[in-house]
């Protein structure tokens, strides 16, 4: 969507806050020994207690309020009774979600307890890439150079990115136009950022794989060669200058 309106600004600050407060208490609440279902619904309780709806839930009829993907889930992961948390786990919780007509996108990936793995350095880079990426768009910059420098500061952390999951326009609906904000240089993608429309970015940096393909339960995405990824986002809106980031309460890159 495009902001014309303090109005329009006002709601897409609340939606995104939901979003945010939710994803930070989530990290927050997640321990070892408790089940991805049991984090899934704590996140639908606090979703419901600021007003908002589940945007998978909504828009897909996904099952489950959030997408927890733990270790070598790229994304979309299915929250599970079964699926017991671990110290050292890579967590990925993204949440999305509608509010009085407004929606918001915003997701972090974090290690739970000690880093006994050493998953570390990836989140890491996950989120300075992010914040790299994010300080360089404004209108009138080209979608392809954003995914050419997330693609490029992978390259020089000794990673490789995603390139069949992007960032995407929100606000209206949970995916609007710009429909793919890539993560490398997509030649073809010849739009540019537009003042006053909001976006969701995204970064998907990976040890391994560059595809990440649906497994048998028809959500679950995993890479095609394995590894883990680390996935950050937020929600903002571009400016001629620095963008305005509606989701900041997340507090991932705190």
Avoid at 14 to 38: C, F, H, N, W
Avoid at 207 to 221: E, F, M, V
Wanted: proline share 2%; glycine share 12%.
């Amino acid at each position: 969507m495009s902001i014309s309106t303090e109005d329009e600004r006002n709601g897409m600050q609340q939606a995104s806050d939901a979003v945010a407060i939710t994803l930070k208490k989530m990290r927050e609440y997640a321990k070892p020994g408790m089940s991805t279902k049991e984090l899934d619904e704590y996140g639908g309780e606090l979703l419901t207690q600021l007003g908002a709806n589940s945007a998978p839930l909504l828009t897909y009829e996904f099952p489950g309020y959030t997408c927890i993907s733990v270790n070598d889930e790229v994304a979309h992961g299915v929250p599970s009774a079964d699926q017991i948390l671990k110290e050292g786990d890579l967590v990925n919780i993204d949440v999305s979600a509608e509010l009085n007509g407004y929606w918001a996108d915003n997701g972090g990936s974090f290690i739970l307890g000690e880093d006994i793995h050493g998953h570390g350095k990836l989140v890491e880079a996950s989120k300075e890439i992010l914040k790299k990426a994010i300080s360089n768009i404004k209108g009138g910059v080209r979608i392809s150079e954003i995914g050419k420098l997330i693609e490029t500061e992978a390259k020089k952390a000794g990673y490789t990115v995603i390139k069949n999951l992007t960032g995407h326009g929100v606000g209206r609906s949970l995916h609007e136009e710009p429909h793919e904000i890539a993560n490398f240089c997509d030649r073809y993608n010849t739009t540019r950022f537009k003042k006053n429309s909001v976006v969701a970015i995204e970064t998907f940096i990976s040890t391994k794989s560059t595809i990440a393909d649906t497994q048998a339960d028809g959500w679950t995405l995993k890479g095609n060669k394995g590894g883990f990824v680390a996935q950050h986002e937020h929600t903002i809106m571009v400016t001629g200058g620095a963008p305005v980031i509606f989701t900041s309460q997340n507090g991932i890159w705190d």
